[in-house]
């Protein structure tokens, strides 16, 4: 897997804080984050997509697509 840096700007009261939290692994911690709010963000996307898809096919003629489809055979 290839990676690429990202650069954040934070407070430097937090800078201070996270440096005294040695048992922390900062960097680990915030990629899991936004690995984790990525994949969230994806689903949400995906969903509204369906969830549109589906209101479009609720609104359609069923047989008459269905006929479509067994002509095209």
Request: charged share 45%.
């Amino acid at each position: 897997m290839s990676t690429t840096t990202y650069s954040v700007r934070i407070p430097k009261e937090i800078r201070k804080a996270m440096e005294k939290m040695k048992d922390v692994n900062w960097q680990e911690e915030i990629r899991k984050m936004i690995i984790e709010r990525v994949r969230e963000e994806a689903k949400r996307r995906l969903l509204a997509e369906a969830r549109e898809l589906r209101n479009k096919m609720k609104n359609s003629n069923i047989s008459e697509m269905i006929r479509e489809d067994r002509d095209a055979r």
